[in-house]
Structures are given as C-alpha cells and as structure tokens.
Nanobody, 117 residues
Framework: QVQLVESGGGLVQAGGSLRLSCAASGSIFSGNAMGWYRQAPGKQRELVAF???????NYADSVKGRFTISRDNAKNTVYLQMNSLKPEDTAVYYC???????????WGQGTQVTVSS
C-alpha cells in the first residue's frame, strides 16, 4: 500500500526555521520526481518545490532562496528545509510523487506550518 507521511510542522515566529520530512512506503520514490505542496486556508494547493530522481531541483518564486528540498532514496524520504519563514508561508504542507507534472498518489494527512508575525 502506498502511503505518504509528512511530519515536522509546527508554530514558529517569522524569521524562524523548520525542517519537514516526508516518508513514503512502497516503491513511490523509484524513478519519480518528488514534490512539496502547500495549501493555505481558502487557497488552492500549490507546488513549492520538487526534485527529480537525478537531483535536479525547482522552486516556486515565493520560496526561492529560503527553502531547500532534498531526498534520500535509500530511506524513501524527502525533506524541505524552510528558513526565513514568513506569515504567508502558513499552510498545510504535503508531499507527493510527480508524474507528467501532476501529483501521482492520494494525499497524506499533511503537516501544519504556522508562522506568527
């Protein structure tokens, strides 16, 4: 059974840092790009960063220079290091495999990130 489990969220003051982790079951990582998405209240889910199996990375403009995505294929885990957090980063963060530019699997429960001003 394919499963995505996100963790590491929390409440942090503006300017602070958090490191999110996403553990995947099964062969979810095999050959797939992995991405971090977020959904703020009343807004659509958006892709904030992705990393392909070869290590190429892309970020949304809103997080460039502040967030760093990485992956450990041996552990089936993808990470998101978030620095210089802003209140507008407040959202539920999710991970997923990306195939043909779309999320492939059912969403996990996500992890809440709240940044206070």
């Amino acid at each position: 059974q394919v499963q995505l489990v996100e963790s590491g969220g929390g409440l942090v003051q503006a300017g602070g840092s958090l490191r999110l982790s996403c553990a995947a079951s099964g062969s979810i990582f095999s050959g797939n790009a992995m991405g971090w998405y977020r959904q703020a209240p009343g807004k659509q889910r958006e892709l904030v960063a992705f990393i392909n199996n070869g290590g190429s990375i892309n970020y949304a403009d809103s997080v460039k220079g502040r967030f760093t995505i990485s992956r450990d294929n041996a552990k089936n885990t993808v990470y998101l290091q978030m620095n210089s957090l802003k209140p507008e980063d407040t959202a539920v963060y999710y991970c997923n495999a990306i195939v043909f530019s779309r999320p492939k699997y059912d969403w996990g429960q996500g992890t809440q990130v709240t940044v206070s001003s």
